[in-house]
T-cell receptor, first 113, second 116 residues
Framework: ELKVEQNPLFLSMQEGKNYTIYCNYS?????LYWYRQDPGKSLESLFV???NGAVKQEGRLMASLDTKARLSTLHITAAVHDLSATYFC?????????????WGAGTKLIIKP | GAVVSQHPSRVICKSGTSVKIECRSL??????MFWYRQFPKQSLMLMAT?????????EQGVEKDKFLINHASLTLSTLTVTSAHPEDSSFYIC????????????FGPGTRLTVL
């Protein structure tokens, strides 16, 4: 059974700082997604990572995937207040459940001005 | 592109009534749609997967007679919460893919259901 763990679950940081959110998963998968959710809103797709060593960047966010370590990271560079949100990783289960997404618990990120 | 809408965005109903939530793909044909519910401060929980023209596949523990899903066309899926109770209050989110379940999911804006 595929399990996905995110950490930290909560992160409070100052503007201008760098930080990394980690997403570990337990079995082989071909796809990993990062989503952002603002309070009371739905999910916004940030990145989809498809292969080992994949790195994608959008603004101050950069996501990477190491399939051998079963680890993805979401790195925030020089954080700004607008990046405050909850970030979810989701891993596609290609073994047990016909490509269902297995979700991490989410990381609530608060960036203080 | 890849816009998914949901209607209504918020609904308040009395216990025992039924509520229908619509999920539409606006600019693509959605072969597969997913229905999730999310409790406050928690992650998403998949309720069911529906493919156009066929019966939905429900996740373990989800009552199919209570949560009726219809995926009648390639752009519309509906979730009907029958005989709603306060414990059904939640944030319901749909998502859709153009290329079947093995494709990027695009999420609707969600529907906040409150059952009094």
């Amino acid at each position: 059974e595929l399990k996905v763990e995110q950490n930290p679950l909560f992160l409070s940081m100052q503007e201008g700082k760098n930080y990394t959110i980690y997403c570990n998963y337990s079995t082989t998968s071909d796809r990993l997604y990062w989503y952002r959710q603002d309070p009371g809103k739905s999910l916004e797709s940030l990145f989809v990572l498809l292969s080992n060593g994949a790195v994608k960047q959008e603004g101050r966010l950069m996501a990477s995937l190491d399939t051998k370590a079963r680890l993805s990271t979401l790195h925030i560079t020089a954080a700004v207040h607008d990046l405050s949100a909850t970030y979810f990783c989701a891993v596609e289960d290609t073994v047990d459940s016909n490509y269902q997404l297995i979700w991490g618990a989410g990381t609530k990120l608060i960036i203080k001005p | 592109g890849a816009v998914v809408s949901q209607h209504p965005s918020r609904v308040i109903c009395k216990s025992g009534t039924s509520v229908k939530i619509e999920c539409r793909s606006l600019d693509f044909q959605a072969t597969t749609m997913f229905w999730y519910r999310q409790f406050p401060k928690q992650s998403l929980m998949l309720m069911a997967t529906s493919n156009e023209g066929s019966k939905a596949t429900y996740e373990q523990g989800v009552e199919k007679d209570k949560f009726l899903i219809n995926h009648a066309s390639l752009t519309l899926s509906t979730l009907t919460v029958t005989s709603a109770h306060p414990e059904d209050s939640s944030f319901y989110i749909c998502s859709a893919t153009a290329g079947g379940s093995h494709d990027t999911q695009y999420f609707g804006p969600g529907t906040r259901l409150t059952v009094l």
